[in-house]
């Protein structure tokens, strides 16, 4: 079933706006990772944080985590429209060895 | 070369026909996965190879899709007598589990199939 749940589906900011987007899950991780993937192909790892990290920085992303709520958010800053994509938060649950559980993204939009 | 590559780039093929996607991970990578993206719509994950061990297959939809890995590196995804519903993106990822903390997915550009 599906674990990583994104919100919102879509969003559509202003060039040089900030981006935020959210995921939400259902059990336990080592870690949570984002993903980017253009034009509906091949995705592209952004940023993995781990279970026992709170914020991590790259670049002009940020990503925050609550494992008490079960929760994420990855943050773009300065948006350009070259950032227009979809993202994916991804799971890596605690489990042994599973697969990586992927959300159904959140598809942004920058308009120059 | 360097990253995961998956062959065709493209494939159209006729209701009822069978069809081999192809995935050659990175050296190395031991685990290997199969997602199908349908316009629109997240990673649904299909298949998982990591070593030796027997393949994770929940996530096959039907008898019709199988997959093997031979030699622990090159893998094949067939699908047989497709219906239009397979139409979709098909994405392998290796990666090198055991990790951890620190477990990143590497994709292909995905195998798009059309059934038409």
């Known amino acids: 079933s599906q674990q990583g749940e994104e919100d919102p589906q879509a969003l559509s900011i202003q060039e040089g706006e900030n981006a935020t987007m959210n995921c939400s899950y259902k059990?336990?991780?080592?870690?949570l990772q984002w993903y980017r993937q253009n034009s509906g192909r091949g995705l592209v790892h952004l940023i993995l944080?781990?279970?026992?990290?709170r914020e991590k920085h790259s670049g002009r992303l940020r990503v925050t985590l609550d494992t008490s709520k079960k929760s994420s958010s990855l943050l773009i800053t300065a948006s350009r429209a070259a950032d227009t994509a979809s993202y994916f938060c991804?799971?890596?649950?605690?489990?042994?060895?599973?697969?990586?559980?992927f959300g159904k993204g959140t598809r942004l939009s920058v308009i120059a | 070369g360097a990253g995961v590559s998956q062959s065709p780039s493209n494939k159209v093929t006729e209701k009822g026909k069978d069809v081999e996607l192809r995935c050659d991970p990175i050296?190395?990578?031991?685990?290997l996965y199969w997602y199908r993206q349908s316009l629109g719509q997240g990673l649904e994950f299909l298949i998982y190879?990591?070593?030796?061990?027997?393949?994770?297959k929940s996530g096959l939809p039907s008898d019709r899709f199988s997959a093997e890995r031979t030699g622990g590196s090159v893998s094949t995804l067939t699908i047989q007598r497709t219906q239009q519903e397979d139409s979709a993106v098909y994405l392998c990822?290796?990666?090198?589990?055991?990790?951890?903390?620190?477990?990143?997915?590497?994709f292909g550009q995905g195998t798009r199939l059309t059934v038409v």
């Open positions: 050296s190395g990578h031991t685990a």
């Open positions: 991804a799971t890596d649950p605690y489990s042994g060895n599973t697969p990586l559980v």
């Open positions: 990822a290796s990666w090198v589990p055991g990790q951890g903390w620190n477990t990143e997915a590497f």
């Open positions: 190879f990591q070593g030796n061990s027997a393949p994770d």
């Open positions: 059990t336990s991780i080592n870690n």
């Open positions: 944080i781990r279970s026992n990290e």
